[in-house]
């Protein structure tokens, strides 16, 4: 069943006769900062996981605060009291989804398959890590498949949230073995290099022969050290060096953008505000 809040472009689906285990699914914009109206909560028996596309948050896990940003996963065990810091949602863009494993058939897997990831969940040590930008496509997949039900929907809706949890438990797995860890020789010559050349026009192949790897090679091997793709993580250095470059008045937005690497100002302010949450213009206001 579907919810739509009239203040915000809230997307809300409560899916238990759909697919056994998944609690509720759903998308929602914050485009400034307010009280969330949402008391501090948990979910009996279920996990939450939220990936913050834009913006960031500040929240509270039984009483412990943590900041989450662009681009992470954000968890809650079962169980777990939860809420925004001081009741307040900042201005973010964010999805979110709450599954319950023990159940016949979870989330569409068999059951040695949730025991695995309910193994693989309470295991991390980390609330917060990296979200590969492909999750997105799984959870817009599963809104707009619910949004229009026909006969396969509860199908396409399994096969999805599977693919979804199973990106889910691996980025979870690589932040808790490897992103912690200093990168190796090679990628980090391959950071190095892209820093270096932020402003030129980067391919993948070229910077995988910086380090004699093969692109497929080079983006997995990448993302296994680092957590996030090559291009992910050249677009987050490029907008870290163009909030540096916005405290300079002198300097226009349109050549700002370009000596960052953006081809355009347009495609630099979507990027900028898909990660910060806000436009260079407003951003730079913010600098004073």
């Known amino acids: 069943m579907g919810k739509q809040d009239s203040l915000v472009p809230r997307i809300v689906y409560e899916t238990p006769d759909i697919v056994p285990g998944l609690r509720h699914i759903g998308y929602d914009v914050f485009a400034d900062a307010r009280p969330s109206g949402l008391e501090t909560h948990s ?23 943590y900041d989450v940003g662009p681009g992470e996963l954000f968890m809650t065990l079962p169980d777990e009291m939860h809420g925004g810091r001081n009741g307040v949602m900042d201005r973010c863009e964010l999805f979110w989804v709450s599954f319950d494993l023990d159940v016949t058939d979870g989330c569409g897997m068999k059951a040695a398959e949730c025991a695995l990831l309910d193994r693989s969940l309470r295991s991390c040590r980390m609330r917060v890590c990296p979200g590969p930008v492909e999750i997105v496509g799984h959870f817009e997949r599963i809104l707009r498949t619910l949004s229009a039900p026909e006969p396969l929907t509860p199908a396409v809706v399994r096969s999805s949230l599977v693919l979804l949890l199973a990106e889910v438990r691996s980025a979870y797995l690589r932040a808790t073995t490897g992103v912690n860890r200093p990168p190796s020789p ?50 987050q250095v490029r907008i870290a060096r163009a909030k540096e ?28 505000r898909r990660i910060t949450g806000f436009t260079p213009r407003d951003f730079r206001k913010r600098l004073g």
């Open 186 to 235: 090679r990628i980090a010559k391959a950071m190095t290099w892209m820093q270096r050349h932020l402003a030129d026009a980067i391919a993948l192949d070229a910077v995988a022969a910086q380090v004699a790897l093969r692109p497929s090679q080079f983006r997995a091997v990448f993302m296994e050290e680092t957590g996030f793709s090559p291009r992910e993580y050249l677009t």
């Open 245 to 272: 470059i916005l405290g300079q008045a002198n300097r226009s937005i349109t050549s700002i953008a370009l000596a960052t690497g953006f081809t355009s100002s347009q495609y630099f302010a979507t990027a900028f």
């Open 43 to 65: 979910h009996p028996g279920a996990y939450e996981v939220c990936y913050i596309r834009r913006g960031s948050l500040q929240w509270l896990v039984s009483e412990r605060p």
